[in-house]
Antibody, heavy 121, light 110 residues
């Protein structure tokens, strides 16, 4: 059974860059028909989709939320086919949230990591 | 760009049925073909309730049913139970290969 686990810092200073990694247990991220997503949830707020890598076979295509596209990068790990990462530049208070990595198919995000709280302070 | 609008809250008594709506607004007409619904308890990870408009993941009670008509998707919870008190989100996959989430609906069991 596939499981996802986020890792990274819990606190980031304003204007700095956030880097998070998602490790997938039980499968690779390429060679599948799934999308590998980053989603966040600010305190007391709703879900915000950030972006994903979507694979068709071994070819991955990235898509980003228009609101974050200029600051966001999502990429597969160069060495390990069971990991993908998020970098978000110029962090501010508005970026304080729980960040989830998740596996999806089109609109259906079926497998979620436990989430990692990130505070900008 | 499209938006998905949900009511902020819906309530019902145990045993009743309630329906949560998710209305698409915007120019991406074909971007509402794929709709999913999620349940989230406070402090917990969202759980997928339905996908491709009306399909349920295996093992999910058939008290949860989803449908779509035009620009509005709906999630109906039948036989409302205290455990159904949670936040519910819809999502859709756009023609730009992005995912949209609705703002969420808090369900209260009276």
């Amino acid at each position: 059974q596939v499981q996802l686990q986020e890792s990274g810092p819990g606190v980031v200073r304003p204007s700095q860059t956030l880097s998070l990694t998602c490790r997938v247990s039980g499968g690779a991220i390429s060679g599948t028909s799934f999308s590998w997503n980053w989603i966040r949830q600010s305190p007391g707020k709703g879900l915000e989709w950030l972006g994903h890598i979507a694979y068709t076979g071994t070819t991955g295509t990235t898509s980003y939320s228009p609101a974050l596209k200029s600051r966001l990068n999502i990429s597969p790990d160069v060495y390990y086919n069971d990991r993908f990462s998020l970098t978000l530049k110029s962090m501010s208070d508005a970026d304080t949230a729980v960040y989830y990595c998740a596996r999806g198919e089109l609109a259906a995000i079926g497998v979620w990591g436990q989430g990692i709280p990130v505070s900008v302070s | 760009q499209s938006l998905l609008t949900q009511p902020a809250s819906v309530s019902g008594s145990p045993g009743q049925s309630i329906t949560i709506s998710c209305t698409r607004a915007g120019n991406d007409v074909d971007g509402f073909k794929y709709v999913a619904w999620y349940q989230q308890y406070p402090g917990k990870v969202p759980k997928l309730l339905s996908f491709d408009v009306s399909h349920r993941p295996s093992g999910l009670p058939n008290r949860f049913s989803a449908s779509k008509s035009g620009n509005t998707a709906s999630l109906t919870i039948s036989g409302l139970q205290p455990d159904d008190e949670a936040n519910y989100f819809c999502s859709s996959y756009t023609t730009f290969n992005t995912v949209l989430f609705g703002g969420g609906t808090q369900v209260t069991v009276l």
